[in-house]
């Protein structure tokens, strides 16, 4: 089974790359764009389990690896 | 000759090749991101730094400036652009050059002085160097770590276009074949991750750097 | 609204000091101005526990163009130029999240530096961390280098030079120490000044978001909302922004127009508006709707306090405000006019269209609390000092220095500064690995050479030697590239003020600075001060940090610590008595920090340090390596490695493990030609400086008298690949 990680920085958290993206969209003449925020996208391959200890693992890679719990937050897809 | 050097928001090289070029005796005309004319210039180089913080993916956001589309006109007409370190990343997204410089195969910044081989004495500005002299010369990037597919790869072997290669044993990258620079079909736009304009000066630990600059200047 | 006791304890604030607030205003504060009180009253801005002990330092000399009080210290390089420095801690936030903290510490000593109208030309830092294998030091080492490395190479500033050790003591608090050096024409440089009433107040660099406001000074009910999405938040750094904002204010000044200016540091709008006005004896009013911000909603409270980065005020004369907003424009920043100076001496702050904020700006400083706080020499320390330095005994030399070489503290630290730019900007003489950095001084023949140093070890034996020994070893580097140190900045890294015997160790370390910096003419022109460094009530050891900056005026006229060619004379030049008390034998060894460090003799110091810079500035060495810690014996393997060259030493000593490895100050390893010998001996004679010919440079072996002889390669191999030890294998 694969499990979808999307990790993206925290509400509030200052996303700098975001924010030169939106800027250059914004110079390329998109300037409908208010808000650019970005963040990453992780798949995980797993052998199949019953689907609420397969979420309960990824979320333990999620707080050990995966993410940076002090400045992101993240949402897994099974 | 005059030279044009590009700043682009966060190039931070853009002086040290400003005072490469100046001490060789050449004119400098500094050309702006926003700019949408290399004016009368003889070449231009773009510098290293980090063009846009990095951001997204090295050079993709400074590739799509207006003074890029003015630098495609001018390699076209044949005239001289080398991309330094960012500059070579610049060059890679724009398209004028081929390939990709990927993230370091350890993950980390690297800043350190390598040896660096000359592959290819028919270009814009290793004209003055003989084939298989080495040079040492510092890099400092996160991502320079070259790729081209396997197709891509056999295209710029057949032309000669692998221009620099790090010897035997100093790849500090993980590039494949060791290169460390290359060009395009017609030899006028050079890229390379080394840092030439750092070492043009015996004060700063070498002068292997000059003759890159004399060449480009001829 | 009605404070309560609880909000006044989480400000951080005494009931004593609450009522010394009601006291000067009258009335009860807004939350807003309690947060402001909060801030400006903290450790970090008003210096309360530490500025009666400060007072110690010398801070003047016809060199110094800019003592304490600004946002950065400056020295006269002659010429109509000058150096700006200045170091400061980021060592809470980087244990917290190792890669932001270091870089936005990067970043605010960045900004102070060029606030002030300098260029940066070179970053430093010293870093502690806990034991190697504490099973956080190396997550911690990885996440705070790529910080350092991340922010500063994005900025294009390089980073030339810096100190890292380990010890159990920082296993709960590490210590993130940044100092930034920059370059500013005397008639260009700029303080933080809000001068000229009517004169526009303008906002310049990020917007200001949530970041950085702190939990322990959080009122409970300024979130409402305890979601996680609202929670203060880590500060998050933007080099990409610091390095427009750099570009662009070094250009806004040259249009004459910016009266002051100054960094939004900690306690960001609060501490520089309130700074600015109280340093020009003038009031601010201030509109926070005109303020940017990144996200809806936010209160008077959050805008005042919040600690985002990659943000300046300045004022700027009064019809001039377009000049200066254009220059922003062009590096497409945010730009805001968001008050004016008054000569009421009063914060106005309005927000909604409401007066939030209404304070008396120079009695909220003058009548910041000031504490002497009691002093009590630990019970501990006398046993400690009596006690033994080393409890076994040794005899199989060759391997006890190739352990030592390959050991955390004295291994290479090419791991760490090859993740920085050390060369950005082609103006890096000396790389590191030397004694000190050099940088040339861009279009002149001058150079800066600068280092970071601290023996913390010794510091906690005998705070005050221990404070003289940094000091005058800091300086003692500086002068080993051949540069005359000129002032230094400080970071004094302590644990809890409250505790008698920190306060102790504070005030000693500061006498023992301060003693040291008078007797080598090195006056202390900036500094901070960190205290509170403490978990689970065991403090780090005190660690007064010292970066020093000194001037060679003819950069052709430098040497660097390694051996350049065979046949040289190897000279011992200075000499003291030894000890092993605090050393790093000991600690390699026995993991053993006991007995007395070092005697120091300033005026010995001052003579070994005049006469090695003569002579380096005449050309008559090729080398010159402090020998500090680990010993002779490391110190010689140290000059090897570089070159690769090997060397014939006969020293006499009775006790091998005291002659070897033993420390003191006032000591340098020179190299000279074998002509020039007997001329050097002779100055030194009448110079009364001790100088000893020890042998010569040569060979594939570092041969020690009769106690050691390994090969030169043997060593390095263990020295380049210590670092592993701490980081594991790449």
């Known amino acids: 089974m694969l499990a979808k990680v999307y990790v993206t920085l925290k509400q509030g958290v200052l996303d700098p790359q975001g924010k030169a993206v939106g800027h250059a969209l914004g110079t390329l003449g998109f300037k409908e764009v208010e808000d650019v925020r970005i963040g990453k996208y992780i798949e995980v391959t797993l052998p199949d389990l019953p689907k609420d200890k397969a979420e309960a693992r990824v979320k333990e890679m999620c707080e050990g690896l995966l993410a940076n719990t002090v400045i992101e937050s993240y949402r897994i897809e099974l | 000759m005059k030279v044009g050097v590009i700043t682009f928001p966060a190039s931070n090289c853009d002086q040290d090749c400003v005072s490469a070029v100046k001490r060789m005796g050449a004119s400098v005309v500094s050309l702006w991101h926003r700019d949408a004319s290399v004016q009368d210039v003889d070449a231009v180089i773009i510098p290293g730094g980090f063009s846009y913080g990095d951001y997204l993916r090295c050079g993709a956001m400074a590739a799509h400036s207006p003074i890029m589309a003015a630098v495609k006109q001018f390699a076209a007409k044949g005239g001289r652009v080398l991309g330094i370190c960012n500059g070579f990343q610049i060059l890679t997204e724009s398209g004028l050059l081929p390939g990709v410089l990927m993230r370091n195969a350890h993950l980390k910044f690297v800043c350190r002085t390598v040896a660096v081989k000359i592959v290819n004495t028919q270009t814009a500005v290793t004209s003055r160097y003989k084939s298989g002299q080495i040079l040492q010369m510092p890099v400092a990037h996160m991502e320079g770590n070259y790729f081209a597919d396997a197709t891509t790869l056999a295209t710029l072997k057949k032309n000669n276009q692998i221009v620099f290669q790090y010897a035997d044993g100093q790849n500090p990258n993980g590039a494949i074949d060791n290169i460390a620079g290359i060009c395009n079909e017609a030899r006028n736009v050079v890229g390379l991750m080394p840092h030439p304009e750092r070492v043009c000066d015996p004060l700063l630990g070498g002068t292997d750097g000059v003759e890159l600059f004399k060449a480009l200047l001829q | 609204m009605t404070i309560t006791p609880d909000q006044i304890a989480s400000h951080g604030l005494s009931p004593d000091e609450y009522s010394r607030i009601l006291e000067l205003i009258g009335r009860e504060p807004t939350l807003t101005e309690l947060g402001i009180f909060s801030v400006m009253w903290s450790e970090h801005c008003s210096y309360k526990s530490s500025r009666i002990h400060l007072k110690n330092f010398p801070t003047k000399g016809p060199q110094v163009l800019q003592g304490p009080g600004e946002n950065a210290g400056i020295v006269d390089i002659g010429d109509g130029d000058a150096i700006a420095f200045k170091m400061e801690s980021h060592n809470h936030p980087s244990y917290i999240e190792p890669y932001q903290g270091a870089a936005t510490g990067v970043g605010g000593i960045l900004r102070d530096v060029f606030t002030m109208g300098a260029r940066p030309i070179a970053n430093l830092n010293s870093l502690r961390f806990g034991e190697p294998s504490h099973p956080k030091t190396a997550h911690l080492v990885r996440g705070v280098v790529a910080g350092i490395g991340g922010y500063g190479n994005c900025v294009g500033v390089p980073t030339v030079a810096g100190e890292i050790y380990f010890d159990a003591c920082y296993n709960g608090n590490i210590l993130v120490n940044a100092m930034t050096v920059g370059h500013v024409r005397q008639d260009e440089i700029f303080r933080g000044f809000a001068s000229g009433v009517g004169n526009p107040v303008i906002y310049v660099g990020s917007k200001t978001g949530r970041d950085g406001i702190h939990g322990a000074t959080m009122a409970s009910d300024v979130f409402d909302d305890a ?107 945010d730009a805001s006019i968001v008050g004016e100076v008054t000569n009421d001496g009063r914060m106005k702050i309005i927000h909604h269209g409401e007066a939030v904020v209404d304070l008396p700006v120079a ?180 660690t007064p940090t010292i970066g020093v900056v000194g001037l060679l005026k003819d950069v052709s006229r430098h040497v660097t610590s390694h051996f350049q060619k065979k046949g040289d004379v190897v000279i011992l030049l200075g000499g003291n008595e030894l000890s092993l008390g605090g050393s790093e034998f000991a600690w390699v060894m026995e993991k053993r920090v006991a007995g007395r460090p070092p005697v120091l003799d300033l005026k010995l110091e001052k003579n070994v340090q005049a006469l090695l810079r003569e002579w380096i500035a005449q050309g008559k060495l090729l080398s010159a390596h402090d020998v500090s810690d680990g010993g002779i014996a490391v110190a010689l393997a140290e000059c090897c490695f570089k070159n690769e060259l090997g060397a014939q030493i006969e020293l006499k000593f009775d006790d091998p493990m005291m002659g070897l490895f033993g420390e003191g100050g006032s000591r340098i390893i020179i190299t000279c030609e074998r002509d020039s010998v007997t001329k050097l001996f002779d100055h030194a004679k009448k110079m009364g400086v001790p100088a000893l010919p020890v042998g010569i440079v040569g060979g594939t072996h570092l041969k020690i008298g009769k106690s050691i002889n390994v090969e030169v390669a043997a060593l390095k191999h263990e020295w380049s690949n210590g670092f592993s030890n701490v980081v594991g294998k790449e």
């Open chain 3, 227 to 333: 979601s996680d999405e609202k929670r203060p938040t880590v500060q998050v750094g933007d080099p990409f922004t610091e390095k427009l904002l750099l570009e662009a204010c070094i250009e806004a000044m040259k249009t004459g127009a910016i009266v002051g200016i100054q960094d939004m540091g900690a306690a960001g709008l609060t501490s520089s508006s309130f700074e600015m006005a109280s340093r020009a004896g003038t009031g601010i009013v201030m509109d926070l709707d005109k303020v940017p911000n990144r996200e809806p909603g936010m209160t008077a409270y959050e805008l005042m306090l919040s600690e985002s980065q990659e943000r300046m005020l300045m004022v700027v004369t009064k019809g001039r405000e377009s000049e200066i907003l254009e220059v922003f424009e062009k590096w497409e920043l």
């Open chain 3, 363 to 542: 009695p909220l400083a003058d009548a910041a609390p000031l504490y002497d706080r009691p002093r009590q020499k630990p019970e501990w320390l006398d046993a400690l000092n009596n006690a033994a330095p080393v409890q076994k005994t040794y005899s199989d030399w060759n391997a006890i220095l190739l352990q030592m070489m390959g050991s955390a503290n004295l291994c290479s630290r090419a791991w760490v500064y090859e993740q920085y730019d050390q060369s950005v900007g082609a103006n890096t003489v000396t790389l590191p690995g030397s004694d000190s950095a050099v940088v040339r001084v861009d279009g002149t023949k001058k150079a800066v050479a600068t280092a970071v140093d601290c023996n913390s070890r010794y510091c906690y034996l005998d705070p005050y030697w221990g404070g003289a020994h940094t000091l005058a070893e800091c300086a003692r580097n500086v002068s080993c590239s051949g540069a005359l140190p000129l002032a230094a900045t400080d970071c004094l890294n302590f644990g809890n003020p409250e505790r008698p015997e920190i306060m102790w160790q504070f005030e000693r370390a500061v006498a023992g600075v301060s003693d040291a910096c008078r007797e080598l003419n090195v006056p202390i022109v900036s500094g901070n001060v960190s205290l509170y460094n403490e978990s689970v009530g065991s403090a780090i050891y005190p």
